[in-house]
């Protein structure tokens, strides 16, 4: 399992942000007054051509997956933004809010600060980038995070709107978290329907346990008794505690409680399975 590292920025969020490195950005220029576009070939998905998410990642200047490494040899990881509602969430939102029709939009205009109901913390470690810790000890069964910014995508258009909404107006590393964080569920009952998901708050920050004593997120199958809320797509439940965690854990559950990872490939999406 890998701990936190405990230097640099790592105890201080604001400093970490600062210390952020905008100096590497590969993104093509965006034309004065312009929109950044991509190239439509890239997000032909006519004749059962599928987008090459790899490449999209490639062009916008992320780092390959699996140049994910420490903090010594891997300049975005050492230098990760750590997200705030000021900047991450705000520029997602309007992104998200321009890229998608009003009626079919999952999420208000504003991000919800409400979705973690726990205190916590980010900090950032060496290979698993960043990741959530709890500052109090929180008892089995307590209900630790829900849904409140769960942005649901139908078609890869949408999303390819929402990147370049990004890449116009935000920086290449919102953009890279997005795709990051990005993950794919079912859309209703029916076979084959998926839809395209991204947490646009601090939840996208948990990470995966590595094996059953890291795991202490889960959700259940009870739902929230709230008419926003729907059985299917992206608003799938709340995050409980599976057993007691000790001030300063990590937070760490299985993603296989709400990702279909097929549903990539049904969108039209070719999305590179991340090794962790
Ligand atoms: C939803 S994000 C979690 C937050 C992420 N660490 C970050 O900095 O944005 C999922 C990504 O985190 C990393 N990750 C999550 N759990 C991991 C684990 N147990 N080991 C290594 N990397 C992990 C992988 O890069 C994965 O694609």
């Known amino acids: 399992s890998t701990s936190f590292a405990e230097e640099s920025c790592s105890n201080d969020i604001q400093e970490c942000a600062n210390n952020y490195d905008t100096s590497s950005s590969s993104v093509p220029a965006v034309p004065p007054g312009g929109m950044f576009k991509f190239d439509d070939d890239l997000w032909d998905t006519s004749k059962g051509n599928k987008v090459d998410m790899e490449k999209v990642r490639r062009i916008i200047g992320c780092p390959k997956v699996e140049e994910f490494g420490t903090f010594d040899d891997n300049p975005y990881i050492y ?3 750590i997200p705030t509602e000021e900047n ?10 321009a890229a998608v029709p009003p009626h079919e939009a999952s999420i208000p205009k504003q991000y919800d600060p409400t979705a973690f109901v726990q205190p916590i913390k980010i900090q950032v470690a060496a290979i698993v980038g960043r990741g959530i810790r709890t500052t109090e000890f929180i008892p089995k069964g307590t209900l630790v995070w829900r849904p409140r ?5 139908r078609r890869v ?5 929402f990147l370049e909404h990004i890449l116009t107006y935000s920086t290449y590393e ?9 993950y794919t569920s079912r859309a209703s009952p029916k076979e084959n329907d998926y839809i395209l998901c991204i947490d646009m708050d601090e939840g996208s920050l948990i990470n995966v346990a590595d094996d059953d004593d890291e795991l ?19 608003q799938t ?5 599976t057993r007691d965690i000790e001030a300063g854990e990590e937070l760490r559950m299985d993603y296989g409680d709400f ?13 590179t399975e991340q090794s962790f």
């Open 79 to 81: 230098s990760s933004r």
């Open 88 to 97: 991450t969430w705000r520029h997602m939102y309007e992104a998200y809010h």
């Open 149 to 153: 910014n769960a942005a649901e995508f």
């Open 157 to 161: 258009e949408d999303l390819r709107k």
């Open 174 to 182: 919102v953009a890279c978290d997005a795709l990051l964080w990005s």
């Open 216 to 234: 202490n997120l889960a959700q259940t199958l009870e739902r929230i008794d709230d008419k926003e809320r729907t059985v299917y797509g992206c």
């Open 237 to 241: 439940g709340s995050l409980y505690a």
């Open 259 to 271: 990702a279909e990872a097929d549903g990539f490939g049904v969108l039209g999406i070719d999305m």
